[in-house]
């Protein structure tokens, strides 16, 4: 009801507090930078971590999960990182650049750079941009994220991250893929920042290696798509493990612009993908997929707004959740359209499959409305597996294990297919199945 | 697709400065003192003649009132209300306790006659029996002024009387249900209606009985600067059946005016209550002056085992409408429904939807919404859907659609859904673009155009909800029955 303020600081909280005191000094900035990391800490200190009398966090309280809060992670030597990443590469044989971001700072030694550069796309470490005029700039959030939870705790700490460009008219032979590696233990806040120049094309693969032990990852990625541009971003979030994920996604897109993204969740504790996509140029089109697999105490949270500023845009949302065990599956979504944004063409969908007797749902898809002439749609059902469907396939001899993977890969790639980025979700299917084995 | 001129001049039709029951009547009348405090409680408690272990249990709600903040989420603005300028009573001088029809003052007939609530009981005249007879409490201000047909349902065993009455007769069945649905502290205005409330209707109908006419109470605000907190309490028992409309107005004034209202509905085993309303409460002039705040709380336990209960309305008034009738599925195989057509205008504001919870095994409700925004107003629905651990098997099926009319009005949707039984099986949908591929197959195998045929799934789908209404309400549903749902938006 009442979003009240909480009255005690918890443990979590009280230890980002003293994490802040601690590292304040390491912390790169311009003095307005600076200025907004203290606002940033004054408002954690005013309202708490995000709970779940937060509207927006009401079914994932992070304020109760997070039970106390490491502190940031050091800086990585390359050896070390190099070591994570040989180890854990996401995606195998895939032809791509890489750029790295090692225990929240941009690693230049393993990064791809040169080769970016050559192909038009130059990147820099976020840090150097911070402590410039520009800095403070860097942090802004658009209107549908302002005061938001996640991104507070992401401006007070953040360590570093890169920022990418793409000039104008390019387009890029292979995806890139922007990893971050932890070497050591110890909370993880990045903030990236991609500009896909006019007419620019552009495939971003998001992943990420190691292991942060109990210590937060917080990354925002801020992504503006200028006029003509596409962009498509795969964010893989994998793993056991009981640090918080704690993601979000700022879109920006010019006219006539295409995004596409996929946010694929399968097995850390507790994760939070949110994305907050903003239309601010004509017959621009956003598609947002989403698949998550909980199981376990896991709670999986994907939160989506996509804000229709102006005519003739279209999105498409569509999201599958599979849950097992106790896990916990949250889609918030919400489509707003403004008094002047006409033509607005808006679809949402979100399907769960509940695998298990104590795994829950919860799906808020919501809609706001202030143009008379749109299309706006939303879908929401729940429900297990299809007992018709089971037997369908059992009675032609496949064991019912196999027989719940087909149908949960059938219904998972619904999604993934509408996406339609083969080659870089070749690999997903093997992590669905994996999933399932390994839980 | 924007709205069609057909649905834009039906919709104009009922605008708020077409409302016709703005009219004042001119009665003397009684008024406690303002003010919410213990002595208003206390006066009021005594006015009613009611036992000490009632007004005991409005002083106790109303402490815990006084610790209450007031709720903000709902998508409405309005200005602070203040509790101690209002009056918590109000009742026509010449209405002392329970009265027989004759003796009801001329001036509160006709006023309910231009409302076209007819009080006369029609007589059964040379063995012609008036068909559709429907039994009135007529609630004006803060007293109920009449009930009809009490003794020819006394005959059926049914009890059907204002609650104050009932407080005084039925202690012990209002002692066992009141709050039983609706807990004294379960929200901001129930609480306030629990310490303050003044009239209502209270109906048992016993256990296998089927209640030989309609019920209905028609509330009427009539004086200024007064709240009406309307409470309702209808039990079933085991096996009975009830249908209960609601209707009411107001006249036209330039400020505010409070309704805070609690209707809460039983239904034990095999029972069903079905429960109409028109709510037609002035909604405001043209430039949003005046109007009705309408804070109401309904909520209908389905208590025991395939009980049954049905919720319909046709919202078309009050300057804003806070209100989410709803269904606990307590006993196995119940069922619950609500559908509803919500019409804002002028500079209305509705924040309205209903609430499932499933909490009983087999268990299925339904939900089906139209909101329709024009002018100015803000039309949202707010709805949830649950099922619990234990609650196997359930399902819902929900379909909201909005219309927008206009530049200046907003329609928003705000559904919960909410799973924790991976048997349970609900199904969302928003939009006319969803209207199922095998009966637009079906259709378009036989000759029709695709227009055709989406028209006519959307018209049957349409007259579903419509039918739901008794007839008894079919004049003012009329109105919006032919409404085409072209342009429909989630």
């Known amino acids: 009801m009442n979003a009240s303020m909480p009255v005690r600081h918890t443990q979590a909280e009280s230890d980002l507090f003293e994490r802040f005191e601690t590292s304040k000094s390491a912390l790169s900035g311009s003095v307005a930078v600076t200025a907004l990391r203290e606002a940033a800490v004054d408002q954690i200190r005013d309202r708490g971590l995000p709970h779940r009398r937060v509207e927006e966090y009401k079914y994932s309280d992070l304020r109760a999960f997070l039970k106390s809060a490491a502190p940031l992670s050091e800086s990585a030597d390359v050896a070390a990182a190099k070591a994570v990443l040989d180890a854990q590469d996401s995606y195998g044989e895939l032809e791509r650049y890489r750029i790295v971001v090692a225990n929240g700072v941009y690693l230049p030694e393993l990064s791809d750079t040169d080769a970016l550069a050559g192909e038009g796309v130059t990147i820099t470490g976020l840090n150097e941009a911070l402590a410039g005029e520009h800095g403070a700039q860097l942090l802004s959030s658009p209107k549908s994220a302002l005061n938001d939870g996640l991104i507070t705790l992401n401006t007070a700490f953040v360590q570093g991250g890169v920022i990418v460009d793409a000039a104008e008219g390019v387009s890029l032979s292979k995806p890139v893929e922007l990893v971050q590696v932890a070497t050591s233990r110890g909370a993880q806040v990045t903030r990236n920042k991609v500009t896909v120049g006019k007419g620019a094309k552009l495939r971003l693969l998001e992943t990420f290696a190691g292991d942060s032990g109990q210590g937060e990852i917080n990354s925002v990625f801020d992504y503006t798509v200028a006029d003509n541009a596409f962009l498509a971003t795969t964010r893989l979030i994998i793993g056991g493990g009981d640090a918080a994920r704690l993601f979000t996604t700022i879109a920006t897109l010019g006219a006539e612009a295409e995004f596409k993204s996929l946010g694929f969740i399968a097995g850390p504790r507790f994760t939070r993908n949110q994305q907050f996509i903003n239309f601010t140029g004509e017959n621009s089109e956003a598609k947002i997929y989403g698949v998550t697999m909980a199981g376990g105490d896991d709670l999986a949270d994907q939160t989506l707004i996509v804000d229709h500023a102006v005519p003739h845009c279209n999105s498409r949302e569509f999201f599958k959740t599979v849950l097992d065990g106790r896990s916990k599956g949250v889609y918030q979504g919400r489509i707003n359209v403004a008094q002047h944004a006409q033509k607005t063409d808006g679809e949402m969908m979100t399907q769960a499959l509940l695998l298990s007797e104590e795994a829950e749902m919860a799906n808020k898809p919501e809609l706001e409305i202030f143009a008379d002439d749109v299309i706006c749609a939303h879908g929401a059902t729940s429900g297990q597996i299809d007992e018709d469907l089971l037997f369908y396939l059992r009675a032609r001899g496949i064991p019912e294990a196999e027989a719940k993977t087909l149908l949960v890969l059938a219904f998972l790639s619904e999604a993934i297919e509408e996406y339609d980025e083969d080659d870089v979700t070749e690999g997903l299917e093997s992590r669905v199945r994996d999933w399932l084995a390994g839980h | ?490």
Request: with cysteine; charged share 25%; glycine share 6%.
């Open chain 2, 1 to 490: 697709m924007p709205a069609v001129q057909e649905t834009i001049d039906q919709v104009k039709a009922i605008d708020v400065d077409q409302y016709k029951y703005g009219f004042v009547t001119d009665i003397e009348s009684e008024k406690g003192a303002k003010g919410l405090s213990e002595e208003t409680i206390r006066f009021l408690s005594a006015k009613k003649n009611e036992p000490e272990w009632m007004t005991q249990w409005r002083l106790d709600a109303l402490r815990r009132f006084k610790q209450m903040d007031e709720p903000n989420w709902a998508r409405v603005s309005y200005p602070k209300i203040d509790f101690d300028d209002l009056y918590y009573w109000a009742a026509p001088k010449s209405v002392e306790g329970p009265k027989s029809l004759d003796e009801v003052d001329p001036e509160l007939l006709a006023t309910y006659e231009k409302l076209g609530i007819p009080l006369a009981e029609q007589e059964i005249l040379a063995g012609v029996e008036p068909k559709n007879r429907v039994a009135v409490d007529a609630v004006f201000d803060s007293v109920s002024v009449v009930t009809t047909f009490k003794e020819e349902l006394k005959k059926a065993g049914v009890i059907f009387c204002s609650i104050s009455e009932a407080v005084r007769e039925y202690p012990d069945l209002v002692k066992k249900y009141l709050g039983s649905v609706v807990p004294v502290t379960d929200n901001y205005y129930a609480t306030l209606n629990s310490a303050v409330f003044s009239d209502g209707s209270f109906v048992y109908i016993p256990e296998g009985v089927r209640c030989p006419m309609e019920l209905s109470t028609y509330f009427r605000i009539n004086e200024q600067n007064t709240g009406q907190f309307e409470r309702t309490l209808i039990i079933a028992e085991k096996g009975s059946y009830v249908s209960y409309l609601e209707g009411c107005t107001a006249p036209q004034r330039d400020e505010n005016q409070l309704h805070a209202a609690v209707v809460e509905l039983v239904a034990l085993d095999d029972a069903e209550i079905k429960y109409s309303t028109v709510q037609n409460w002035f909604p405001g002039d043209k430039d949003g002056k005046g109007g009705i705040y309408n804070f109401v709380t309904k909520r209908g336990d389905c208590r025991g085992k395939n009980s049954k209960i049905s919720w319909t309305q046709v919202e078309t008034g009050s300057a804003i409408t806070w209100k989410y009738p709803s269904c606990i599925l307590r006993g196995d195989n119940s069922r619950g429904e609500f559908y509803s057509i919500a019409v804002s205008n002028g500079y209305q504001q509705i924040d309205s939807g209903t609430k499932m919870i499933h909490l009983g095994k087999n268990t299925s409700s339904r939900v089906i919404s139209k909101g329709i925004s024009a002018g100015k107003s803000e039309n949202t629905y707010r709805g949830l859907i649950s099922a619990h651990r234990r609650a196997s098997n359930a399902r819902n099926f929900t379909q909201c659609d909005s219309l927008l009319i206009g530049q200046e009005c907003g329609a928003h949707t705000v559904p919960y859904i909410e799973s924790k039984n991976a048997s349970a099986q609900f199904e969302h949908e928003a939009t006319t673009s969803k209207i199922s591929d095998d009966q637009m197959f079906y259709c378009l195998q036989r000759g029709l155009s695709e227009e055709e045929a989406v028209a006519l799934i959307v018209n049957g789908f349409v007259k579903d909800v419509i039918q739901q209404l008794p007839m008894e309400f079919a004049v003012e549903a009329q109105k919006l029955i032919s409404i085409s749902l072209e342009g429909s938006v989630g």
